[in-house]
């Protein structure tokens, strides 16, 4: 994103960035769903990543809102990339301490007997 709004804007500028965007927007599914698996067991790992799913469109329709609300408040698009920015880093601060070694779980705390 700072690359894209550092560049200067033209069609190729814009479809670089939606061609990035679109190969990219999902690629975190199969790790977020192995990580939802992993720490909460796969019994359950269809209703958990539904929710964390839900929860990401959520998040997502509020920004798309909250860009245009921006945008119709300042007619500027600046202060969403900023924005959206910041969130991007504070997510990857976020996440970066996660431990991704496999759970070493005893067999009762699995629910086997």
Known sequence: MILFVLSPLSSYSLYAFCAVAGFFWLGTVPLTNGLVSQVFGVRY???????????????????????????DATRSYDLMWAGSILIGLVAAALHYPIDDREIVRSPLAAGVA
């Open 45 to 71: 790992v269809a209703t958990l990543f539904g929710c964390v799913f839900f929860w990401h469109q959520l998040g997502s329709f509020l920004g798309v809102w909250l860009g245009g609300y921006v945008f």
